[in-house]
């Protein structure tokens, strides 16, 4: 309900009046009330009537909600309503857990533009330790110095995407913010993508170093042929692999896109071969031997690129590695990204230029063919 009050000023004018002015005051059971003050009565009660016919719409709502709720509270509400059907829910934990230390008591309308551009610049130019003193799994030695790492830009990225999620919800789902104030804040220009693949001689001396682990040896095998992530290989599961035809499903992937990887060659028979030797309780085309999980392969892996003495390079460069074959052998982006189970052509741009030689042959035959 609205009141006007009239108000007179204490002091005269140069005229010797006193000055009048009328505050209207708009209140609503459980919000803040709104003042405003004009120079005229009328004005003062067209301003209350439009007040009040904005919160008869709901349209203070998400204004009077974000001075009340904070930060925190959105992070959790979202954590627990939606981090559970995501993938990669643990790093993103990880961020929103930094964002609730950095600003959880902050309420939503104090979470500007401004205020997530200046944490912006904290994270890329920050440092942060990857050990934990003192805890019970980490490798620092005791009395030893934590070794400081900076953010890439990439990494700057993520925590932005994840507080964004956040307040996009805020925004769509719970009406608690009038408008996501991420939509205005720019992220961090990315370096052009990693190129790190095996050569002839790498491939040959990885291969054999995986050899001796019949289980790593079949999951290097697959990676190169198909161009699989790791973590798509964990999730396999036999029924989703038909010998017959030759192809296997991916249900779980990092789009949520259903993929088919064509098996041929050294992938179809490591997979026929390890089919002929499982349980028939195993449905996990790779499973942890000894456990109920799937295939913890980053200490075999790492040990046989010791042995094989290969530096610079991690198991997501098999998949680079695929890609870079397949534009060395004449595919096009849109092939790679077919095989790849890539949404763009963005991501696979990076390979284009390994493809030269067989660009160059298209031309020269066009060449031929047209104008010779």
């Known amino acids: 309900m609205a009141t006007i009050r009239r108000l007179v000023s204490r ?62 509270e959105a992070i959790d509400r979202w954590m627990r309503e939606e981090l559970p059907s995501k993938r990669s829910a643990k790093s993103l934990a990880g961020q929103l857990n930094w964002w609730k230390r950095r600003a959880g008591e902050l309420t939503l309308s104090k979470i500007t533009p401004a205020f997530i551009s200046e944490v912006k610049s904290e994270l890329a ?12 799994h980490t490798s620092l030695k005791e009395g030893a110095e934590a070794k400081q790492f900076r953010r890439s830009p990439a990494t700057v990225n993520r925590y932005l995407q994840a507080l964004g999620s956040v307040l996009t919800h805020c925004e769509r789902e719970w009406a608690w913010m009038h408008q996501n104030p991420m939509r205005k804040v720019r992220k961090l220009k990315q370096p052009q993508g990693r190129v790190r693949y095996l050569s002839d001689a790498e491939r040959e001396k990885l291969l054999e170093a995986c050899r001796e682990d019949p289980q790593l040896y079949a999951f290097v095998i697959l990676a190169l042929s198909t161009g699989a992530r790791a973590g798509e290989l964990r999730a396999l599961r036999w029924r989703d692999v038909d010998l017959g035809l030759g ?11 259903r993929r088919a990887l064509t ?10 071969a390890r089919h002929k030797v499982r349980t028939s309780d195993d449905e996990r085309v790779f499973p942890q031997l000894g456990r109920d999980a799937p295939y913890d392969y980053d200490k075999p892996f790492r040990a046989a690129l010791s042995r094989a003495a290969i530096k610079d390079f991690r198991f997501h460069d098999l ?16 092939e790679i990204a077919a095989v790849l189970g890539h949404r763009t052509l963005n991501m696979v741009k990076r390979y284009s230029h390994l493809g030269e030689q067989h660009v160059a042959g298209v031309v020269e035959r066009m060449v031929s063919a047209k104008l010779a």
């Open 11 to 72: 002091s005269k004018t140069l005229k010797g009046r006193r000055k009048v002015t009328y505050q209207a005051i708009v209140r609503r059971a459980g919000m803040e009330a709104r003042y405003a003050t004009f120079p005229s009565r009328s004005e003062a009660e067209r301003w209350a009537q439009a007040e009040e016919g904005k919160w008869a719409t709901n349209k203070h709502f998400p204004d009077e909600l974000a001075r009340r709720k904070r930060l925190a």
């Open 247 to 257: 192809r296997a499903i991916l249900h779980q992937t990092k789009n949520e896109d």
């Open 319 to 334: 998949r680079h590695t695929a890609a870079s074959w397949l534009a060395m052998t004449g595919a096009t982006t849109q």
């Open 125 to 136: 130019t920050g440092y942060f330790v990857r050990a934990t003193p003192g805890s019970k």
């Open 263 to 272: 098996l041929s060659g050294p992938a179809l028979a490591q997979l026929a």
